[in-house]
């Protein structure tokens, strides 16, 4: 079945440092969103990206989707404690309908 | 004004019980789901409703029955509780079929079976 992979499961950084979570689906998505879950909350939408090859820029986050449409990624500039939770990628295609999330990473901040 | 709500936030019942959740969104949203999140944190789509019609049933075992009322609600029933299905459970709707847009996540209900 469709499955969404997503890297790393952890990542513990400095506030001030750069920080990516990868996203790869087995199947061609037709669109592929971001969700943030702090600790403790439910996840929120952050964008959705839908052309080939799109980038778009949220302040310090840059969400990319692949040319094939297989794969898109989520990188923070100088990370700052708000920053920290669990970024879920999750990617829709045509013929199912379902949206399946990756298994999401979660972020952790130092002061 | 909560958009998705769900009740209850914390369930802690013994095995063997039967428990329902209930969750209702206020968007005007023609599609809701369940989620399971289990302790890794990984999200798993259980069911999809569209205009109270199921359109997505994963595999989850027979003991889940979701009920849909009517398009803004989507209760999740729960027969003979057993340890595994300790989790939290996430309600969520979306405008335009299955995921077509945004999903708007209800707050969880974490659901401890002892």
């Known amino acids: 079945g469709q499955q969404v992979m997503q890297i790393p499961q952890y990542q513990h950084v400095q506030e001030g440092e750069d920080f990516t979570t990868y996203c790869n689906s087995s199947?061609?998505?037709?669109?592929i969103q971001w969700y943030k879950q702090r600790p403790g909350g439910h996840p929120v939408f952050l964008i959705q990206?839908?052309?080939?090859?799109e980038v778009k820029k949220q302040k310090r986050l840059t969400f990319q989707f692949g040319e094939a449409k297989k794969n898109s990624s989520l990188h923070i500039t100088a990370t700052q404690t708000t920053d920290v939770g669990t970024y879920f990628c999750a990617g829709k295609t045509s013929n199912t309908g379902k949206l399946i999330f990756g298994q999401g990473t979660t972020l952790q901040v130092k002061p | 004004d909560t958009a998705v709500s769900q009740t209850p936030k914390y369930l802690v019942t013994q095995m063997g019980n039967d428990k329902s959740i209930k969750c209702e969104q206020n968007?005007?949203?023609?599609?809701m789901y369940w989620y399971k999140q289990d302790s890794k944190k990984f999200l798993k789509i259980m069911f999809s409703y569209n205009n109270k019609e199921l359109i997505i049933n994963e595999t989850v075992p027979n003991r889940f029955s979701p009920k849909s009322p009517d398009k803004a609600h989507l209760n999740l029933h729960i027969n003979s509780l057993e340890l595994g299905d300790s989790a939290v459970y996430f309600c969520?709707?979306?405008?335009?079929?299955?995921?077509?847009?945004?999903?708007?996540f209800g707050q969880g209900t974490r659901l401890t079976v002892v």
């Open positions: 968007l005007g949203h023609d599609t």
């Open positions: 969520a709707s979306s405008p335009l079929g299955t995921g077509g847009t945004e999903a708007f």
């Open positions: 199947t061609t998505l037709s669109n």
């Open positions: 990206l839908v052309k080939s090859g």
